[in-house]
Structure formats: C-alpha cells, structure tokens
C-alpha cells in the first residue's frame, strides 16, 4: 500500500519560496499507471488542486496558480517536490500530496491515496 | 470553469438512518466524478471514483449514482464514523471540488 509524507516548512514569510517535498513509500514514482500531486486545503475550507505531474510527462496546474507553482519529481530518492513563489497569506493551508490514478484511461486521472498533510502559515 | 455544487452544506441525520447527499456540476462531467470523506483532523479519503464504482475496503453502506450533471452518494445505516465532510471531484474538464458537505448527528 502506497505511503506519501509531506515535510518542510511550517512557517513561511510573505513573497519567499514555498518548497515542500512528498516522500513516497510503497510505488514508484516512475510507475506509468499514476501521476503525483499536490492540494491544499485554507484553514477551515475545502479542497483545491495544485498540480500533478507523471514521471516523462510534462506538468499540469490549476490555473489559478501556474505561474507561481512547480512540481518536480526526483526518482533516486522516489519523492516529489512542490515550489510555490511569492506566497501570500492566501496561500496559507494544509499542503497533501496526492497519488493520482491514471489505471482507468478517464480523460484525467484522479486523486486516489492523500498523504496525512502539513500545515503551512505565511505571516512575517 | 466546472463549478460543482453540493447541497444541502450541513445535513443532520441519526446512526442508523440514510443520509443522501448531492452533488451538480454545472456541466456535464459524464461519470467522471468521485467522492470523498474527511474526517476531522485527517485527510481526504476515496470513497467513490466513476459516479459508483466503489474503492476496494469502502463498505457497501455507500452508494455513488448519477451521470452527467446530477450525482448522489448515499450511505446507509449510518455509522459513529460516517460522520465527516464529503466531497465531490469532476475530473472530467480540469478538476473542480465541491465545498463539501458536513454530515452530522
């Protein structure tokens, strides 16, 4: 059974670099049935998608914040890795890191097992 | 954009009964729609993916129907640890959640 951990800052100030990183246990990140990816989650709100990457392929973000987010993925160490720039307290939130299932040939693939979370502030 | 909306935001039912909870997007997203349950303090669970087709493990208390526009998920006899936020999901243009609704005693 597949395992992801979330880890990095829990404080981050205003316009810095938000970089988290998803430790996988239990797959590969380079098993072609599934893409990796991260949502979030405003304290007290619902759920947003991030983006999702497949190893090989090329990035797919959430409108809202490509032009701010990267995912990357680095397969020695099996794990994935999230940067978002110029964070705003907007940004503050529980960061999950996704398997997203890609095994049913649906035109995108689906959030399937979430990590536990981590909760990030952005505040001076 | 895909806006999904479920409703009712808040439904209050006993252990022991049926809670049916709805979800509509505002186009059609065929089948491609899944369902979520959140727990507090934890993170989102797969329940539903293809409008029904239930995860392996999910008890069979839970039900996804629907297509299109119109979905549902129904949970019956409901349990101490039925009661959480559920989600929907349409992957079918972009992704798009619903905002959820809390099921509670």
């Known amino acids: 059974q597949v395992q992801l951990h979330e880890s990095g800052p829990r404080l981050q100030k205003p316009s810095e670099t938000l970089t988290l990183t998803c430790n996988v246990s239990g797959d590969s990140i380079t098993n072609s049935g599934y893409y990796w990816g991260w949502a979030r989650q405003p304290p007290g709100k619902g759920l947003d998608w991030v983006g999702i990457?497949?190893?090989?392929?090329?990035?797919y973000y959430n409108p809202s914040l490509e032009s701010r987010v990267t995912i990357s993925l680095d397969t020695p160490k099996n794990q994935f890795s999230l940067t978002l720039t110029s964070v705003t307290g907007a940004d503050t939130a529980v960061y999950y890191c996704v398997r997203v299932d890609d095994t049913h040939g649906y035109p995108l693939p689906f959030f399937e097992s979430w990590g536990q979370g981590i909760f990030v502030t952005v505040s001076s | 954009e895909v806006v999904m909306t479920q409703s009712p935001a808040t439904l209050s039912v006993s252990p022991g009964e049926t809670a049916t909870l709805s979800c509509r997007a505002s186009?059609?997203?065929?089948?491609?729609l899944a369902w979520y349950q959140q727990r507090p303090g934890q993170s989102p669970r797969l329940l539903v993916y293809n409008a029904f087709t239930r995860v392996s493990g999910v008890p069979d208390r839970f039900s996804g129907s629907g297509s299109g526009t119109e979905f549902t998920l129904t949970i019956s006899s409901l349990q101490s640890d039925d009661f959480a936020v559920y989600y929907c999901l349409q992957y079918s243009d972009g992704y798009n959640f619903g905002q959820g609704t809390k099921l509670e005693i």
């Open positions: 990457m497949y190893y090989g392929g090329s990035p």
């Open positions: 186009q059609t997203v065929y089948s491609h």
